[in-house]
């Protein structure tokens, strides 16, 4: 089965930073790599998606890249915010949309 | 409002006893999940199931058992079987046609 690595497990940053997170996958089927965002206590959302045929997404101040041939992809946040506390998991699905999760960044960002 | 609903948010009992968690959806779509979460191990996945009275085992099904006689409802049962019960369990939907999963807010199962 599709097994996904995450890292680094904690991330600390200062308010107007960049927070990189970066995911590795192990099926070559997978083509489907979303991005969650989880607050204490609450269910995971979904923030950025992408899709195999993409090599990048943009979403203001959240873009996602993808390595198909090195099978990885990274979550890029820019001028972060205390807001963007949180922890964040990657994913990767084949055909069934069916998520493996990574095991979660816990990103801090100080004021 | 639409959305994935869980009961209840916080669940206690004592060991040895089956547990129920309830999960509705009012989204009508077709799959749903259910997921464990423990601290540092990510989200795992129990069960799913992509069309009323059908549903597949996930990574970590032992000990836990499921039934889907409503498209809108997928209720799980933790039973004694489950030798650390305690976690974070959380249900999900999709479209069969669509890709973002849809989460529920979640519920604390402590077994003391």
């Known amino acids: 089965g599709e097994n996904v690595e995450q890292h680094p497990s904690t991330l600390s940053v200062q308010e107007g930073d960049s927070a990189v997170i970066k995911c590795t996958y192990s099926d070559s089927a997978s083509n489907y790599f979303p991005w969650y965002k989880q607050e204490l206590g609450k269910g995971p959302q979904l923030i950025i998606d992408i899709r195999s045929n993409v090599g990048e997404k943009k979403d203001q101040r959240i873009a996602v890249t993808l390595n198909k041939t090195a099978k990885h992809f990274s979550l890029h946040i820019t001028e972060t915010q205390p807001e963007d506390s949180a922890v964040y998991f990657c994913?990767?699905?084949?055909?069934?949309?069916?998520?493996?999760f990574g095991r979660g960044t816990s990103l801090i960002v100080h004021p | 409002d639409g959305g994935i609903t869980q009961s209840p948010k916080y669940l206690f009992r004592k060991e040895g006893q089956n547990v129920t968690l309830s999960c509705e959806q009012n989204?009508?779509?077709?799959?749903m999940y259910w997921y464990r979460q423990d601290p540092g191990q990510g989200l795992r996945l129990i069960y799913y199931?992509?069309?009323?009275?059908?549903?597949q085992k996930g990574d970590i099904a032992e000990g836990y058992s499921v039934s889907r006689e409503k498209k809108e409802s997928f209720p799980l049962t933790v039973t004694s079987a489950q030798k650390n019960p305690t976690a974070f369990y959380l249900c999900?939907?999709?479209?069969?046609?669509?890709?973002?999963?849809?989460f529920g807010q979640g519920t604390r199962l402590t077994v003391v």
């Open positions: 999900a939907s999709r479209q069969l046609r669509g890709t973002e999963a849809f």
């Open positions: 199931s992509q069309i009323v009275n059908d549903f």
């Open positions: 989204l009508n779509h077709d799959a």
């Open positions: 994913a990767a699905a084949g055909g069934s949309y069916i998520p493996t």
